[in-house]
C-alpha cells in the first residue's frame, strides 16, 4: 500500500511541465534577445537621416560620390529562413581627406546609435597628406525599400 500511494504520489506530469517551464523561459529570453536587435535595425524611413547624419559627420572630408547599393536580401540563400524580411541597405561614400579627418570620422560611424556595418575600406594615398577614401557601409532593416522608396 505504501509502494502505491508513492507511486500515485509522483506526479507523471512533473518532469514535463519544468521541461515547458524552461523552454518557455527560453523562448522569452530570445524573445527579449530579438527585440532589442530589432531596435538596431534601421526603418527605411529613417534612412534619408541617417545618411543626412553620416555626412555631417564628415565635415572635414571631401565628398566627391555618394552613391546607393542594391538591397540585398540577407537569407535569399537559406532555404530555412527565406521567408524573413531582412534586407540589407548599402551606401558607398567617396572622400578625399587626411588620415586623421578620416579616422575620426570612423570612429563616429562606429559610434552611431544605429548599427552601421562595413563592407569595405579602401584608402589610397594621392598627393600626401591627402587621401581617396572609398567605404562601403550598410544597415539591416526589415523593409525591402530603401529611404521608404520602393
Known amino acids: ?8 504520489a509522483d506526479d507523471p506530469n512533473r518532469k514535463l511541465e519544468e521541461r515547458i517551464a524552461e523552454l518557455n523561459q527560453r523562448v522569452e529570453s530570445l524573445d527579449l534577445e530579438f527585440a532589442t536587435q530589432m531596435r538596431e535595425l534601421v526603418p527605411a524611413k529613417q534612412m534619408p537621416l541617417v545618411i543626412e547624419q553620416m ?5 572635414r572630408l571631401e565628398l566627391i560620390e555618394l552613391a546607393s547599393i542594391a538591397p540585398v536580401s540577407v537569407f535569399a540563400d537559406d532555404a530555412e529562413n ?3 524580411p531582412l534586407y540589407q541597405h548599402g551606401v558607398r561614400f567617396v572622400f578625399e581627406g587626411g588620415y586623421g579627418n578620416v579616422l575620426n ?3 563616429t560611424v562606429e559610434a552611431h546609435p544605429y548599427q552601421i556595418y562595413w563592407r569595405s575600406l579602401d584608402y589610397q594615398v594621392s598627393d600626401y597628406p591627402t587621401a581617396t577614401i572609398t567605404l562601403e557601409l550598410f ?12
Not at 500500500?1 to 500515485?8: D, F, K, P, S, Y
Not at 555626412?55 to 565635415?59: E, F, P, S
Not at 544597415?139 to 520602393?150: C, D, I, P, W, Y
Open 55 to 59: 555626412l555631417d559627420a564628415a565635415n
Open 1 to 8: 500500500v505504501t509502494l502505491l500511494q508513492e507511486t500515485i
Open 139 to 150: 544597415t539591416l532593416s526589415t523593409s525591402r525599400a530603401f529611404m521608404g522608396v520602393q
Open 82 to 84: 527565406a521567408d524573413l
Open 105 to 107: 570620422y570612423l570612429k
